[in-house]
């Protein structure tokens, strides 16, 4: 199966939630000796026209925006940079940075998400290079440390915080057809009608999946967990979801390479209960707990930081 996008599982979504705060700028146009060029001030920080749209670009690069869009989405984007600047420097000033380890360590987990290859076409595919994108991936780091840090004092939702959610909130736990199972994966046909022979001679297909299957699930022993019907590719969806439980699938070709199947577990279409969501709610909740403050704390920052935006030099964009 296809690796999650690079920023999937190394930012922490309220990093983003938090960049699209309105933002109120203080003293729009009055730049007195910064020079033309200088496009946007945030505290000691000076952007200029050409830093400032490196930034858009970045932030908006594969994005088509209608003509009838565009000064909102330049506002929005705007607003985004600014607090970027606006959480680093007080992570600066904290002394709160990221570690070359800590950073290694997490951009291994991202590669592992991958198959082999699809790392650097993720990377192509963003036209970035591997030092951009590790210096921007250390950034999210340090941003989600810096969070943790802020709301590091909030505290678990009761357990009538989530009941409440819960009984308000039902239709949310309804879940479709699932099927648990484990896979193996190789590079062509015969690779995988060799270990499928085995397979049906009684070996292992846990081991056989650690020794030779090259999706990311195979130190796992290919065990890839609950998948409800329609997340998967149709070439895959179609079959599980007509196998038997214990079944072992014949070889089927995908777009990701050749898989076999074995169903291990089937849950019917229904709604979840309570105890079993107990832990997804509480995170919910928390989740909206730290989101909630960590605007109020970025509002915080910016009454307290001079922050000017130069409108004519914005019209050369």
């Known amino acids: 199966m296809r690796g999650p996008c690079l920023w999937h599982k190394a930012v922490w979504p309220l990093v983003f939630s938090l960049w699209l705060v309105p933002l109120c700028l203080q003293g729009c146009g009055l730049f007195d000796d910064e020079g033309d060029g200088v496009a946007l001030v945030i505290g000691s920080r000076r952007l200029t026209l050409h830093e400032l749209s490196r930034e858009m670009a970045f932030l908006g690069a594969d994005l088509d925006i209608p003509e009838e869009e565009r000064a909102q989405f330049r506002a929005q984007m705007i607003d985004r940079i600014i607090d970027r600047y606006l959480i680093l420097e007080y992570g600066r000033q904290e002394g709160i940075s990221v570690s070359d380890m800590e950073l290694e360590k997490t951009i291994a987990e991202i590669r592992g998400q991958y198959m082999e290859g699809e790392f650097r076409k993720a990377l192509l595919h963003g036209d970035m290079d591997y030092d951009q994108w590790k210096e921007r991936l250390r950034e999210q780091c ?49 690779e995988a009608e060799k270990l499928l022979s085995q397979l049906r001679q009684g070996k292992d297909m846990a081991q056989l999946a650690a020794e030779y299957s090259i999706a990311p699930e195979a130190a796992n022993g290919g065990l890839v967990g609950w998948i409800a019907k329609g997340d998967l590719d149709e070439s895959m969806d179609n079959v599980l979801f007509s196998m038997e439980v214990g079944s072992i699938s014949p070889v089927i070709k995908t777009p990701y390479g050749y898989h076999i199947f074995k169903v291990l577990s089937v849950r019917p279409e229904g709604v979840r209960t309570l105890p079993a969501v107990v832990s997804e709610i509480e995170t919910k909740l928390l989740n909206e707990k730290r989101q909630a403050y960590c605007k109020r704390w970025l509002s915080l920052l910016r009454s307290k930081t001079n922050i000017k935006l130069n409108q004519e030099v914005l019209k050369k964009l």
């Open 142 to 190: 340090l941003m989600r440390k810096i969070f943790e840090r802020i709301t590091a004092d909030i505290s678990v939702p009761s357990y009538k915080e989530v009941k409440e959610y819960f009984e308000a909130n039902q239709q949310a736990f309804r879940h479709p057809r699932m099927v648990k199972f484990r896979q193996i994966v190789t590079r062509t046909r015969g």
